[in-house]
């Protein structure tokens, strides 16, 4: 099938070629679905490029300057956000082995209280049989001492010593783990960390100042009072919050925040707004030459 297809194909390309002007429009059209085709799977593989390279950036982790004490479940850390989920399932996983070994070391106790418990009833059936030669003992007697000077003679642990002793093993590792020191360049990472924040709020807020509305300027805008604050407020109390919240010192937001008595950085940069001293005489002239000129018109186009 495939071998007369590719014949037929090859019958087309030589007929198009020796001067067949139909097949060659044919081809000519099948070319362009091809670019057509071959452009659009371009632009999406670019678009999927992009999103993944923004979901990459918006869930990169970054270190906020911060560190994490060590506990008995991780050792010294540094605070990172997002945290990655790897620590986080390290951090899970361990919590939950050491609850199955509490549990297990409970259980194991419980079972070496038992075994006490059948060591004595043996003891005291062995005690009070009329013919005590004749009773055979499992916990208890002779079985006991042959079973303990087997443990001293041969140096052996009973499995469940040596479960109880792997338990206490682990808890001195988590001991060791939560007491350990933070290392120097984890500490000067983090030093590193808080000083690029501080940098960064600061840019942050220069861009604030300029004008641009960036993700903290929505953020305050949209951020209220508390609910039992803003209970009690009127509309017009509301209205003034609201504008106070913007980042401007001057104009109506920096009369509203003098109003509500913010404490402004530049408490005098509102006069700037009328101009110098000595050029408001000509600012005023040609501010009712523009009244005037106004005027003249709105008459003109009334008349």
């Not at 371009?42 to 506990?71: C, F, Q, S």
């Not at 110098?276 to 002239?285: A, L």
Request: charged share 40%; glycine share 6%; proline share 4%.
């Amino acid at each position: 099938m495939y071998l007369s297809r590719g014949y037929k194909w090859l019958d087309i390309f030589t007929k198009a070629k020796e001067g067949d002007m139909h097949l060659q429009t044919v081809l000519t059209r099948y070319s362009r679905l091809i670019a057509a085709r071959r452009e659009k799977e371009y632009m999406r593989t670019l678009v999927y490029e992009d999103m993944v390279w923004r979901h990459k950036l918006r869930n990169r982790t970054i270190l906020t300057g911060g560190l994490m004490r060590p506990t008995l479940f991780h050792g010294p850390l540094p605070r990172i956000k997002p945290q990655p989920i790897h620590v986080t399932g390290m951090i899970v996983s361990r919590k939950k082995a050491r609850g199955k070994r509490m549990e297990r070391q409970r259980k194991l106790l419980e079972d070496i209280n038992i075994l006490q418990i059948e060591r004595d009833f043996e003891a005291g059936l062995t005690t009070e049989s009329p013919n005590p030669t004749k009773f055979e003992t499992v916990f208890s007697g002779k079985a006991y001492k042959e079973w303990d000077e087997l443990i001293s003679l041969m140096r052996v642990v009973s499995p469940i010593e040596g479960w109880l002793a792997e338990i206490q093993e682990s808890y001195a590792r988590e001991l060791e783990r939560a007491q350990k020191p933070f290392p120097q360049e984890m500490l000067y990472q983090a030093v590193c960390a808080r000083t690029e924040k501080i940098a960064n709020k600061t840019r942050e807020r220069k861009r604030e100042q300029r004008g641009d509305v960036i993700k903290r300027t929505i953020e305050r805008k949209n951020q209220g009072p508390p609910a039992h604050v803003l209970a009690k407020m009127t509309r017009e109390e509301r209205r003034l919050d609201w504008i106070s919240r913007g980042v401007s010192e001057v104009g109506y937001v920096g009369q509203v925040k003098r109003k509500l008595g913010f404490k402004l950085r530049e408490p005098d940069a509102w006069k700037r707004e009328e101009g110098r001293e000595r050029e408001r005489g000509r600012m005023d002239e040609v501010s009712k030459e523009i009244a005037e000129e106004n005027d003249r018109r709105r008459r003109e186009v009334e008349g």
